[in-house]
């Protein structure tokens, strides 16, 4: 095979382990999903051809994490508030 191919190859390896050195590239795992490898190379495509799409399925990823419980009635105040509040109506 001609050399080329080889040198080019060798050349996007670097040109990766730079851009991911650099910060260029970011290839850790954020789902942290227990699943098989396919969606994620799915997802990989999903955010460099079609990154609209990738996009919105981060959105929906992070609308559909459970927020924090709203406060009730007999909760307190938790030590946020320690002062006295008063209302003036005139």
């Known amino acids: ?14 040109l990766g382990f730079i851009a991911v ?16 490898s396919s969606s994620s190379i799915v997802g990989i495509g999903d955010e460099v051809f079609a990154p609209t799409r990738h996009e919105a ?17 007999g909760d307190g105040d938790k030590g946020i508030f320690d002062g006295k509040i008063r209302i003036d109506l005139r």
């Open 57 to 73: 399925q981060v959105e929906l990823d992070r609308q559909t994490m459970l927020p924090a419980p709203a406060p009730v009635a």
């Open 21 to 36: 050195q650099l910060g260029w590239v970011d290839l850790s795992n954020k789902s942290k999903k227990a699943g098989g």
């Open 1 to 14: 095979m001609n050399w080329w191919i080889f040198g080019s190859i060798a050349a996007a390896l670097v």
